[in-house]
């Protein structure tokens, strides 16, 4: 089985400031990683994966995000937010060897203020 | 054009009735989901289904069942509403599982009086 902690449940941030939001996973398998971006009232959008091979992700918007094997880890970052990426993001695994269920976090709240 | 469609957006009704929603998408994919996302915005599957068939069935009351007429169409009818049943339903699709993501409608908000 597999379990995706999402660490901090809202992120306040000021516009056109750094952001890093965290994702910790814990898998006895291999897991393909995920982050998805859900805007008030809308469903989830992929901003990124990481399937294999480089460990930095670069994705939709300017977010980027890197599967850090050793710590488990798949933190997602931003250099410079924008007011309109105000969101919840969640982080989800799923593993290598077949199925198709995805495990997801608990989301952060991402606050983008002026 | 909608990739990931749900009818209806809202759906406000009374305990013990019964509801369905229903999904619809146009992307050719052989995979479609329900999810159930509650008021902590918490996200969990309920089931899956691969060209019409169940492959993913978690533990969900059975007053839930899913139907696919085609693997276009991925349909949730629900029986004897409870109070608990309120929550946001998400349909999605993706062609196969694995590494291939899943493409999500904007959900059915659920609300029961």
């Known amino acids: 089985a597999q379990s995706v902690t999402q660490l901090d449940s809202q992120v306040p941030v000021f516009e056109e400031a750094p952001v890093e939001l965290r994702c910790n996973y814990s898998s006895s398998v291999s897991v393909y990683l995920f982050w998805y971006v859900q805007y008030p009232n809308q469903g989830l959008q992929l901003l990124l994966k990481?399937?294999?091979?480089?460990?930095l992700v670069k994705g939709i918007n300017g977010f980027e995000a890197e599967f850090n094997k050793s710590q488990t880890s798949f933190h997602l970052r931003k250099p410079s937010v924008h007011i309109s990426d105000t969101a919840e993001y969640f982080c989800?695994?799923?593993?290598?060897?077949?199925?198709?269920?995805?495990?997801f976090g608990t989301g952060t709240q991402l606050k983008v203020e002026l | 054009d909608t990739a990931v469609s749900q009818t209806p957006k809202y759906l406000v009704t009374q305990m013990g009735n019964d509801k369905s929603i229903k999904c619809e998408q146009n992307?050719?994919?052989?995979?479609m989901y329900w999810y159930k996302q509650d008021s902590k915005k918490f996200l969990k599957i309920m089931f899956s289904y691969n060209n019409k068939e169940l492959i993913i069935n978690e533990t969900v009351p059975n007053r839930f069942s899913p139907k696919s007429p085609d693997k276009a169409h991925l349909n949730l009818h629900i029986n004897s509403l409870e109070l608990g049943d309120s929550a946001v339903y998400f349909c999605?699709?993706?062609?196969?599982?694995?590494?291939?993501?899943?493409?999500f409608g904007d959900g059915t908000r659920l609300s029961i009086l």
């Open positions: 992307l050719g994919h052989d995979t």
């Open positions: 990481y399937l294999s091979g480089s460990t």
């Open positions: 999605a699709s993706s062609q196969g599982g694995g590494d291939q993501p899943q493409h």
């Open positions: 989800a695994v799923r593993p290598t060897g077949g199925g198709n269920k995805l495990t």
